[in-house]
């Protein structure tokens, strides 16, 4: 890879390569977080109960809802809501700027330890000591400033291994509190087996993508599979094909593929071991794949380390 300049395939020096880039950036989220909660019902975390508080007039607000993570909001019909699905972040923005209320940011961080949100707060966020912490119902807490002139506020709430994590900085208390009072919890919905199948009878394989993408090919035997309107400079999966490899070595990849460093795993992929290797500087979040297809020749599968990542490189599947 080429630093931020380019894409992965850019960096294979001296191979033939064709490359098959997804880039998908927002709109669609799922979960790999563990299932070990059900919800049969809505659960509201930030008061414990299904009983909504009118703080402000929501006659017209409106919904979001996400099913494969399993949650949902409402919010002022005058906002606009874009979830990111690379960053697992959802974007409450008003269409009118607001010196009372900028908007709202929830953001989805990983909790692999299941730390209470206090501690999580400590160790895993922007801690801060003169931040004031306070209690709410469902085991979350809501962190804000003892400086009176600082209106940045944070809500943690915790659900199975991950945290959702609500900054604002407002005057507008009500309406913050109103959303985060609509805020619930519900049984995700796994759409994978919804999504569309890519291909490649040259190649062999196919891999699973979301609906919510353009599909483009280009005379340079690139197929692009973009989200409308996303940026298509951080990939979540790149798929590099019959390139030749007569042994996978560090050497090897110092010459073709120069970010990346073997590591001991070597996890099983359609059946097939798979030599993995670890990014290192600006690519320290990815991950290399190497999965032999046939005699001297295998696929290189490189992910960000993200869910979506993860997820298209479960349905990846060689079919020949």
């Known amino acids: 890879m080429q630093n931020k300049k380019g894409h992965f395939h850019l960096h294979i020096r001296a191979v033939p390569a064709l490359a098959f880039i997804v880039a998908v950036a927002t709109a669609v989220g799922y979960t790999v977080w563990s299932k070990s909660y059900n919800y049969d019902d809505a659960y509201y975390p930030y008061q414990g109960s299904k009983a909504q508080k009118s703080l402000v007039d929501i006659s017209d607000w409106k919904a979001y809802r996400n099913e494969e993570l399993g949650f949902a909001l409402e919010y002022p019909s005058e906002f606009t809501a874009a979830f990111n699905i690379t960053s697992k972040t959802l974007q409450l923005t008003p269409v009118a700027k607001s010196k009372d209320f900028a908007g709202m940011t929830l953001s989805i961080q990983d909790n692999p330890q299941s730390l209470s949100m206090t501690n999580w707060w400590k160790t895993s966020s922007n801690y801060k000591s003169n931040f004031l912490v306070e209690e709410v119902p469902g085991g979350g807490i809501k962190i804000y400033s003892s400086d009176k002139r600082v209106f940045d506020s944070y809500v943690f709430l915790g659900r199975d291994k991950a945290v959702y994590q609500f900054y604002w900085s407002t005057l507008a208390e009500k309406v913050a509190d ?109 991950t290399l794949y190497m999965i032999p297809k046939d005699s001297g020749t295998m696929a290189l599968v490189e992910i960000a380390n993200s869910d979506l990542g993860k997820k298209i490189l479960a349905s990846f599947k060689l079919t020949k």
């Open 178 to 286: 109103q959303i985060l009072y609509s805020f619930n919890f519900f049984t995700p919905k796994d759409t994978v087996s919804e999504w569309k199948t890519y291909s490649s009878g040259q190649h062999g394989f196919s891999v699973k993508y979301p609906e919510d993408v353009l599909v483009t090919v280009q005379p340079d035997a690139v197929v692009k599979f973009t989200q409308k309107g996303a940026a298509t400079n951080t990939p979540p999966v790149v798929l590099i094909h019959s390139m030749e490899v007569s042994s996978v070595s560090q050497q090897w990849l110092n010459d073709v593929l120069p970010n990346y460093v073997l590591v001991p795993e070597k996890p099983v992929l359609d059946g097939k071991i798979v030599s993995t290797a670890a990014g290192r500087g600006e690519y320290k979040n990815h």
